[in-house]
Structure formats: C-alpha cells, structure tokens
C-alpha cells in the first residue's frame, strides 16, 4: 500500500469506520429464497464483507435458480453483490471485483488500532477527544483536521463504555443496533456467573463485554476475560488486539484474517481451566441458517481446544432473538432451548420490559445450557416450573393437558380442547375455519393469508403493527437490478407486485409458529 498521510489516514479512517455494512434479514423466511450452506469444493465468491452465501429460490413458481449475494447487507445500497451460481465470470471483472473489495478494506490494521489506542489512553485528559461526526478518537495531531466537527471531550469512564460513546447504528432500513438495559445486561452476567463460566466471547453484543470489563474492576466480582467479534469496526478504537475482532456472524469471516482466527483460538483454548460460554445477539432479521452455522463453526473451533475429551459436547451458548423465531432456530439448532427470560433495550421503545400485551419485548434467550441451570430472577415474577423444570414467566401456567408451559409471549395462554393445544388468550375457536384465531380474523380464508408483513404476527395487519419499521422481517424495496441483462431483478429485493405471495409464504410458515 501506498503511505498516505495523516490526514488522508484520517479521511479514510471515518469513511471505514463509518461506513458500516448492515445486517441481513431472514430471506428464508420471507422471500420464497432459502440459503445454501456452504459446502467443500465451492467456492462462494467474495464480497467486500467476505464469502457470499448461496441462496436458492424456492417457492411456488419452483424455480430453484441459485445465486451468490452479501451474507451481511439487504440492502443494495450496502453491498449489491449478486452473481448467478453458473456464471462464468471474467478474469477483468474478477479483477474488478477485488480491486472493490481492498478498497473497502479499513485503512488500519487491528494492530495500527491498538496502537492508537494506546497512544490516546497516554495523553492528558484534556487532549482525549473524540468526533462525533466521524465517530473516532482523536490523537493530538489529528485535532486540526476535525476542527469543524463537532468533537467532545473524552473522560476515562466514557473511554471504557464505547456503546455509550458511540451512537447506536440507527439505519432503520437495514440494521439497526439495540443496546441491552442495564437489567438485562447485568442478569445475563450473573446468570454466566453463576454458572462458572469465566470467559465470555461476545458475538455482536459490545455492551455486554464492556460491562464485563467494568465489573472486573469491582472487587466483589471474580474477573471473566471477554472477547468482542462484531461487524462494526468503530468498536476496535477501544480495544487490544485481544480484545475484539472485526467478524462477519453470517458466514464466519474475520476480517483480518488468520491474525484473527489466532486471537478465538487463543481465547477458547481452556487450557488455564476457566470455563467459556459465547453470548450472541445478532440483528433480528438475521438469516437463522447461517448464523446457526456459524455458531456451530464456533463451537467445533472450541471443542477442537478442548483437553479433555469433549467429542460430544457443545459450547455452551446463549442466542438472544425475538421469540417467534423458536421452530426455525430449533430447526437448526436441536439441542437449544428457549426461555421465558424477556430481554429489553435502552434504545428501543417498544422493547422495554413490564409492558403487557403485546408491548412486551418479544426477544428472549435460546441456549443449549440445561434451561433448569438458568434461574430467571424471582423478584421479576419468573418461578420454576417443577414438571417442565425450567423457570417460566409469572402468566406462563402449566397446562395439564399439553403438559407444557405454554406461553411464548408472557400472556397467560389458555387451553382449547377442539384444537388440542394452548392458545393465546385473545383467540377463540372458530368453528368455520376449524382453528382459534381472532376473532374478527378473516373467517373463512386459508389461514396464513393475513398474517403481519412487517413482524409476522398472525394477529394483525402490518398497519396495525406496533413495530413499524423495525427489526422488519420483510423486505419490500423494489428497484430493479440496474442496467444489464434481462432477468430478474436481484432476488433479495423483493418487487411489489410479487410481495402478496411472499407475505402469504412467510405467514403461512409463521402460522406454524403461532399455534
Ligand atoms: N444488545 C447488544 C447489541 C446488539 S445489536 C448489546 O447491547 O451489546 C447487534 C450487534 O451485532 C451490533 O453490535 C452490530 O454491530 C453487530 N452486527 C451486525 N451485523 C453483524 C454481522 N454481520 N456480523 C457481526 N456483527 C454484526
Ligand atoms: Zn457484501
Ligand atoms: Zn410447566
Ligand atoms: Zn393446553
Ligand atoms: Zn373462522
């Protein structure tokens, strides 16, 4: 590489660290296109944001056309990768394409990072600032070309909580960044703790390593290390090399390499005897294949580490996601469960915990630890079910003829014998459509066909929806591929004209999950 200067650096610095990439959507569920995992002997093409994944459409019309798209971005705007599975591609455009792909590489190393930090954590408290506007520490040197930004002063308490610092990715269209409140954050770690893990890998959840870090500090806790492998680059600026990794979750690509995958390794060797537990919190329209992929890549990479023989055994792992994602992740991830645990956000207005309803958070924890470990807290109403042996919430009865705890929404469930099963409270039995539903459901029509666009729910419209507009499962923008060929436009962006049917699709997989 060409030496740049300072300034450049810096001009590059905010541009890497603040262009950051946004997360995907669950296109298996919503748009008729099922992803392929990867194989040996295929090669997925790279994407600035690593390999692509493989996506095969499915669906009505049985097309089965495969083709490569960005793991991490759903919107075109983010990354407009798409390539069909048979096309050849041409040596200029290989060439093309990775030239586009260096470019978009950060313009520091995580090593030239960590330096810098180590540079601003030595100087006086009143050189310590920070930009706003490019969302970067700021070396004395470095002041000048930020003179017209807007930049703060930096405490060494604000230095060690970046998820403050930093302002939360709010790109509503494609990804957004939801912190964890205080309680949820500090029930997690003393349920980790409690459980004796003593390191912590943080896949996509920077609040909670910071904490780790803070709680380190008070002497009544026994120190956890914590490691933090998250897309977004802004959050290397606080760490050291061992600290945080710049990480894809969709398909397991570290963005600096083996330098990276040395750093895991070294983390999840349990060589010194201290028990690890990963703790991930993707965005919600995150494609479920993949990350269980990944996290099963995790998992093999520690148990490969493991001294003893654990040819069997799973790390333990706790995957916070909204509820009504249960059959899929259990799909793909056998051995987790879910539990009734509500977990909420600091900046998110509609997942706070205590509403009731439908307000209440819909996000919960799925884990493989044993759900009977995990005591959820009783001065928040949750209390152990002795026949499911799990902690359940307090509106969560057993029911004696299903023999579960019913409720996956925190609502007291009711049981319908026409039906067989537990239903939510505000259904009935319909006689005429031979299942519950609302009661001013659409009666008569194929269940499925009225479901949500926006959350999936069965119980609404999408104009109703208290969600609006984000964690959207749906994806609705519906440009064309540009230019080029005739053919469809790329897949990921669903046309208007064909969303009625991939809405019915997704509605009628999520009917399954709304019995
Ligand atoms: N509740 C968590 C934050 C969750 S927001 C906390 O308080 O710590 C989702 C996180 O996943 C963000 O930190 C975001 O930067 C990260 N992320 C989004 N897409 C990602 C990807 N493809 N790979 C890795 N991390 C990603
Ligand atoms: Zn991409
Ligand atoms: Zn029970
Ligand atoms: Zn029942
Ligand atoms: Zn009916």
């Not at 990350?291 to 890549?297: C, E, K």
């Not at 969560?396 to 409720?407: D, E, G, I």
């Not at 007291?412 to 299942?435: A, F, I, N």
Request: hydrophobic share 30%; with cysteine; aromatic share 8%.
């Amino acid at each position: 590489m060409a030496p740049v200067s300072p300034a450049e650096r810096v001009r590059k610095c905010k541009v890497s660290i603040t262009a950051q990439p946004s997360a995907n959507m669950d296109v298996s569920d919503s748009m008729g296109v099922e992803v392929v995992l990867p194989e040996e002997g295929r090669v997925a093409p790279c994407c600035p944001h690593g390999p692509t994944l493989l996506f095969e459409k499915v669906g009505k019309v049985k097309e089965g056309r495969r083709f490569y798209a960005c793991s991490a971005c759903r919107d075109r705007k983010d990354c407009n990768f798409f390539q069909w599975e048979e096309d050849k591609v041409s040596a200029v455009r290989l060439l093309a394409r990775e030239a586009e792909n260096q470019s978009k590489r950060p313009a520091l190393s995580q090593k030239e990072t960590c330096s810098r930090l180590r540079k601003f954590s030595s100087l006086r408290l009143d050189e310590k600032k920070f930009c706003q506007d490019c969302q970067t520490l700021l070396l004395p040197a470095e002041h000048g070309a930020h003179a017209a930004h807007r930049t703060t002063d930096v405490s060494s308490a604000q230095l060690a909580r970046p998820s403050v610092l930093l302002r939360p990715l709010d790109n509503k269209k494609t990804h957004a960044q939801y912190l964890f409140t205080d309680r949820s954050a500090n029930f997690l770690l003393d349920t980790l703790d409690a459980l004796g893990f003593r390191k912590v890998l943080c896949v996509g959840t920077p609040r909670l390593q910071e904490l780790i870090k803070l709680r380190n500090l008070e002497p009544k806790h026994e120190p956890m290390k914590s490691l933090l492998l998250d897309m977004d680059l802004r959050y290397a600026q606080f760490y050291r090399q061992d600290e945080f990794c710049h990480y894809n979750m969709f398909n397991h690509h570290f963005f600096d390499g083996e330098a990276s995958g040395a750093v895991l390794q070294a983390f999840l060797a349990e060589g010194d005897g201290q028990k690890a537990v990963m703790v991930s919190d993707p965005p919600f329209g995150g494609l479920v294949k993949p990350l269980a992929h990944s996290f099963s890549l995790i998992s093999q990479t520690w148990r490969k580490l493991q001294a003893s023989d654990c040819s069997n055994t799973d790390m333990p792992m706790m995957w916070i996601f909204p509820y009504f994602f249960e059959p899929r992740i259990l799909e793909c991830l056998p051995s987790f469960t879910m539990l009734d645990y509500q977990v909420d956000y600091d900046n998110h207005p509609l997942y706070k915990h205590g509403k009731t309803g439908r307000k209440q958070t819909p996000v919960r924890l799925f884990t493989n630890i044993s759900p009977r470990d995990v005591a959820l807290p009783k001065d928040e109403g949750y209390r152990l079910c002795s026949v499911c042996q799990r902690f359940v919430s307090s509106l969560n009865k057993h029911c004696a003829k299903c023999n579960v705890c019913p409720s996956k929404d925190g609502r007291e469930w009711k049981h319908c014998s026409t039906c067989e099963k537990c239903v939510k409270p505000s259904w009935r039995h319909c006689q005429r459509c031979g299942r519950c539903a609302l009661p001013d459901h659409p009666c008569g029509q194929t269940p499925g066909q009225q479901g949500c666009f926006n959350c999936g729910s069965m119980e609404h419209k999408r104009s109703a929806c208290s969600l609006k507009d984000t964690h959207r499962l749906g994806q609705r923008a519906g440009a064309k591929r540009g230019g080029g060929k005739p053919g469809p436009q790329r897949p990921l962006m669903k046309p208007k004209a064909k969303r009625k049917s991939g809405a019915a699709r997704r509605a009628k997989q999520l009917a399954a999950l709304s019995k």
